[in-house]
């Protein structure tokens, strides 16, 4: 038998590893190259709730910019600034901060429902007595 307490800290679990990507996805938004990953949860219908299946690298084409590098000049061996393309980090933070807001609603939701069954065990135990 599943135990809702059990539903919910597996909600809780997969829910705090997808705002740990969310925000890993948002510190690299000016990062260039960075591709942004995504979390793929799964049902545990045996035992109840959800998992994360897998953390993915999302292939995202991201536009170039140009920006100045230090190189080295082998004919002076002096250090000159160079420009190059580069690809822009391809985090959107308008996808990230909606991310960010589902996954706290949900945590929010899954750690009401561990309060409320602890209040539950907590009055059940006093009538006990």
């Known amino acids: ?8 800290l597996s909600a809780l679990n997969a829910f705090s590893v997808d705002m740990a990507v969310t925000a890993n996805n948002i510190a690299n938004a000016n990062t260039e190259e960075f591709n942004p990953s995504r979390v793929i949860l799964e049902e545990r219908p045996d035992m109840g709730g959800v998992a994360v299946q897998d953390i993915q690298e999302m292939d995202v084409q991201a536009a170039l910019v140009e920006t100045i590098r230090p190189e080295l000049n082998e004919a002076t061996g002096l250090m000159e600034q160079s420009s190059v393309m580069v690809e822009a980090s391809g985090t959107d933070i308008a996808t990230e901060t909606v991310n960010m807001i ?3 609603r949900a945590f929010e939701a899954n750690a009401a429902v561990v309060r409320t069954q602890d209040e539950m065990i907590g009055q059940f135990m006093d009538e006990m007595v």
Request: charged share 10%; proline share 0%; no cysteine.
């Open 1 to 8: 038998m599943v135990s809702t307490m059990d539903t919910a």
């Open 102 to 104: 589902m996954n706290q």
